[in-house]
Structures are given as structure tokens and as C-alpha cells.
């Protein structure tokens, strides 16, 4: 299987749960791997993903497209005098996808981040054809950037596999905030811990869907 984790926002803790989840693949006995197609800024992301995919392929394979400056991709490709094309990062992550049987391909910032003047991170995940798992921060202010995210990721007509609410014990995430959630969209909801204070779960939502996939 394959999924696109994709976030509300940067710094909303993609990485962190497309590493736990590439971790528990693995430990289920999958041949998972965790992609970070695109970083900016470093490349810290991919190498915690690599990590987690037990360095099952190169750092350039999982990593074929990072720019220094800690910006948008357009923005920091331009800034080195190049251009994301957007079949290149496809073509990428159709190499990586076809050799292993679990795919957690991470985003980068937020759903509609720019890869260039004229491609969107959306357009990338609407030619792979992947189902998404939106990860969502929930300090004050997630419910409008959630339903945001939720909203513009149904219209361009991609499958939700479902919503990560993270570090919701930070806020107290109240049971009415997750019926406003559910009774409007009618998506599979998890809630997670800060990693450092209880162990990692894996989804229901996401374990069915990793176990039906073989
Ligand atoms: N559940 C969690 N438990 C503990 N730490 C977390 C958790 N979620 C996120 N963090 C921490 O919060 C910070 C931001 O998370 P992370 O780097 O995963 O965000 P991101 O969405 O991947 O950002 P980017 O857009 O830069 O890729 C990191 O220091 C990360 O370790
Ligand atoms: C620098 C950040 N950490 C991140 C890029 C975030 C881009 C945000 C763009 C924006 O919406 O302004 N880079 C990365 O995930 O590799
Ligand atoms: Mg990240």
C-alpha cells in the first residue's frame, strides 16, 4: 500500500508520524519505506526516514530533490537557478513505490504548498493517484485549517484514508470537536500522543488498510 502524509501546515508533525508508522511496518515484517521526495531547508526529514526504513535504499533515491534554503520548494529551487518538474518527482516516486510493498510518501509544509510557479504539492499527489492521511497539529486554530485541508483535498477529487490528530493531550482535544469533524466529512479520526510519553499506535483505519493490501 501506499499513502501521501500530507499536513495542515508545516512543523505539524508529518515526520514524525511517517516515521513511526515506517518503524511499525517493518516490525510487522513489511518491506516498508518512508519517502521524502522534496525538503527544504535540509534534509533531516529524509534522513529520519531513512532511518526508519532500515537504509533499505539510498538517501538520493528517498530523498532526490532538496534545496538549502528553508522555504517553499518553488522559492528555494529558484534561489539555485532550478525547477521542480513535476513529472521528475512522479517519476521518482514511481521507481521507489514499485519496489516495495508499504509507501509512506511524506508531503512537504501544507496541502497546497508550491512546487513552482505553476504546480501545487496537490497536483503531485492528484498524478500519483495515492490516498492521503492528513496529519493536523492541534493547537488552536486546527478545526478551520483541518476542514481547509479536508475540503480542497475532496474537490480535487483524492481519496482520505483518514485524519491524524496530533499531540492532542497539548490541547485536550474535546469530544465536540471531533463529532464537527466526523458528522461533516465522515472520515476515520486517530488520536496521538506525544511520542515521548506513550508508545506509538497504529491506526485502526491504517492497519486494515496495510493488512487488505497483500
Ligand atoms: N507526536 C509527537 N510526539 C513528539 N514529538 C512530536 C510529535 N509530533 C511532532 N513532534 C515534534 O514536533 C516537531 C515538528 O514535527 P515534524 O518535524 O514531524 O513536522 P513536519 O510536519 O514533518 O514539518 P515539515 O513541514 O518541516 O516537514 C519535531 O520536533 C517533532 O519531533
Ligand atoms: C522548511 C520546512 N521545514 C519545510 C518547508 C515548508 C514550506 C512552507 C511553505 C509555505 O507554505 O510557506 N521543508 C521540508 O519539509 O523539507
Ligand atoms: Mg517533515
Given at each position: 500500500m501506499t499513502v501521501f502524509i500530507t499536513g495542515t501546515?508545516?512543523?505539524?508533525g508529518k515526520t514524525a508520524f511517517s516515521y513511526e508508522l515506517v518503524k511499525y511496518w517493518r516490525t510487522k515484517g513489511y518491506d516498508a519505506i518512508g519517502l521524502k521526495p522534496i525538503s527544504t531547508g535540509g534534509r533531516e526529514d529524509a534522513i529520519k526516514l531513512w532511518e526508519a526504513s532500515d537504509r533499505r535504499t539510498s538517501l538520493d533515491n528517498l530523498n532526490p530533490f532538496y534545496f538549502?534554503?528553508?522555504?517553499?520548494p518553488a522559492i528555494a529551487a529558484e534561489l539555485e537557478g532550478k525547477f521542480i518538474h513535476l513529472m521528475d518527482v512522479q517519476k521518482a516516486i514511481v521507481h521507489m513505490v514499485g519496489s516495495f510493498s508499504h509507501v509512506a510518501i511524506e508531503g512537504i509544509?501544507?496541502?497546497?504548498?508550491?512546487?513552482s510557479r505553476k504546480w501545487l504539492l496537490r497536483d503531485l499527489v492528484q498524478i500519483l493517484h495515492c490516498p492521503v492521511v492528513i496529519v493536523a497539529?492541534?493547537?488552536?486554530g486546527y478545526l478551520n485549517h483541518t476542514f481547509l485541508t479536508i475540503e480542497n483535498i475532496l474537490a480535487a477529487d483524492i481519496s482520505i484514508k483518514g485524519l491524524i490528530l496530533n499531540q492532542y493531550a497539548s490541547l485536550g482535544v474535546v469530544p465536540m470537536a471531533i463529532e464537527l469533524i466526523e458528522t461533516r466529512y465522515n472520515i476515520p479520526i486517530a488520536l496521538i500522543d506525544d511520542f515521548g510519553k506513550s508508545p506509538f499506535r497504529c491506526p485502526q483505519w491504517l492497519e486494515d488498510a496495510a493488512s487488505n493490501s497483500l
Open positions: 501546515d508545516t512543523g505539524v538549502p534554503e528553508p522555504m517553499a509544509g501544507g496541502w497546497l504548498t508550491p512546487l497539529h492541534t493547537r488552536l
